[in-house]
Every structure is written in C-alpha cells, then in structure tokens.
C-alpha cells in the first residue's frame, strides 16, 4: 500500500492545525510588528521635525543675545561716555576754582599778564584747564558715535561758548567759565537720565 497520500494528508491537517493554533499569537505579533514599524516611521518624522524646531529654536536665540548683547554694549559706551564728560567737567570746574583764588589776589583792572608771580602760579592750573578742554573736545568724537543729538547740542554749545572765553586773564573771564561748566553738568546729567534711560529722581 502506498502511505504518501496518508502522510500528505496527514501534513495538510498538522499543518492546519499548528496554523489554526498559533493564528491568535502571529495576528497579536503581526499586529505588534506593524505597530512598532508605525511609531518608528512616526518617530523618524517627530525627530526631524524636533531637531528642524531646535535648529529655529537657536538661531532665534542667537539673534536675540546678539541684539541683546549689541543694546548693552552700546548702553555701556554712553555710560562711560557720559561718566567722561561728566569727570572731565567736574576736574575742570575744580581749576577754575583754583584759578579765581588766585585771581583774587590781583588789584582792581589788574590781569594776569601784569602780575608776572601769578601768572606763574596760574601757569599749571591753566595747563591742566586747557587738557580738560581738550579732553572735551576729545570725548566730543565718541559722543557723537554713541549719543542722542541733544547731548551733541550741549557739548558743542558749550565749546562754542567757551571758545571766547579761554585766556582765564581776569576774575570775570574765570567766573564766565565756571558758570559755563555748571551749564554743562547740569545740562549733560539730564541728557544722560534721558539716554541711558534712568528714570528722573
């Protein structure tokens, strides 16, 4: 008797069986396989898309330290700008004042140039005037630079007006100049509330 019909019989109903037992577990499997492919198709899509945003994310962030870090460098300038000027005048209004004591020892009409021990005295002092005036004018560069128009119209005022009144000869003349430099502080401590954005007291 020939077996091969039995045992391929046999096969096919084994088979069916091992496939009829197992299905629950490979549809579960299968279904968990295609499941895991999804998210990670998903996943390939969010971590491009995540990296895309952080990649938006720091550029953003860069220009804004860099405006942010450009502002306050600017903001730093004027400050010290101001607190140059502001020194400068103080120093200058303090050999003004040295000046006019010494000044004071002259007779009435007399000047400078006819008392030649004074004139002597007043020679360093006048000396040191003349550097803070030109540090003015220096400072006058970089204001220009960093500064609102306004704090330009106040230092080149008060260059223009004391021009005319540098030879520091007489009492009056030294007087002119002091009065001149208290303009300028008060004028330039304003400026600076203004545009460096301090609030008034």
Same mark, same amino acid.
């Not at 953003?60 to 700008?81: T, Y």
């Not at 000044?103 to 009435?108: D, H």
């Not at 020679?123 to 803070?132: L, M, N, T, V, Y």
């Given at each position: 008797?020939?077996?091969?019909?039995?045992?391929?019989?046999? *096969?096919?109903?084994?088979?069916?069986?091992? =496939?009829?037992?197992?299905?629950?577990?490979?549809?579960?499997?299968?279904?968990? #396989?295609?499941?895991?492919?999804?998210?990670? /198709?998903?996943?390939?899509? @969010?971590?491009?898309?995540?990296?895309?945003? +952080?990649?938006?994310?720091? $550029?953003?962030?860069? #220009? &804004?330290?860099?405006? !942010?870090?450009?502002?306050?460098?600017?903001?730093? /300038?004027?400050?010290?700008?101001?607190?140059?000027?502001?020194?400068?005048?103080?120093?200058?209004?303090?050999?003004?004042?040295?000046?006019?004591?010494? !000044?004071?020892?002259?007779?009435? *009409?007399?000047?400078?140039?006819?008392?030649?021990?004074?004139? +002597? $005295?007043?020679?360093?002092?006048?000396?040191?005037?003349? #550097?803070?005036?030109?540090?003015? @004018?220096? !400072?006058?560069?970089?204001? &220009?630079?960093?500064?609102?128009?306004?704090?330009?119209?106040?230092?080149?005022?008060? !260059? #223009?007006?004391?021009?005319?009144?540098?030879?520091?000869?007489?009492?009056?003349?030294?007087?002119?100049? @002091?009065?001149?430099? @208290?303009?300028?502080?008060?004028? =330039?401590?304003?400026?600076?509330?203004?545009?460096?954005?301090? /609030?008034?007291?």
């Amino acid at each position: 008797m020939d077996w091969t019909p039995v045992y391929v019989g046999a *096969g096919v109903v084994l088979n069916w069986l091992i =496939l009829y037992f197992w299905q629950p577990w490979t549809e579960a499997y299968a279904g968990e #396989k295609g499941k895991n492919l999804a998210r990670k /198709e998903d996943l390939t899509d @969010i971590l491009a898309e995540v990296r895309a945003i +952080a990649f938006a994310q720091k $550029e953003i962030e860069s #220009k &804004l330290a860099g405006d !942010l870090w450009q502002k306050q460098n600017v903001w730093n /300038e004027k400050k010290n700008i101001y607190a140059s000027l502001l020194i400068t005048n103080h120093s200058a209004l303090e050999t003004l004042t040295d000046i006019g004591t010494k !000044l004071g020892r002259l007779a009435e *009409g007399q000047t400078v140039n006819s008392n030649p021990e004074i004139k +002597a $005295e007043l020679r360093p002092h006048a000396e040191k005037f003349g #550097k803070g005036f030109a540090e003015i @004018i220096r !400072l006058q560069s970089a204001a &220009l630079l960093f500064t609102s128009p306004s704090t330009m119209n106040i230092i080149t005022a008060y !260059l #223009k007006a004391a021009g005319g009144t540098l030879t520091l000869q007489t009492r009056e003349n030294v007087q002119a100049n @002091i009065d001149l430099l @208290i303009g300028l502080n008060v004028d =330039l401590v304003a400026s600076a509330k203004v545009d460096l954005g301090i /609030e008034p007291t």
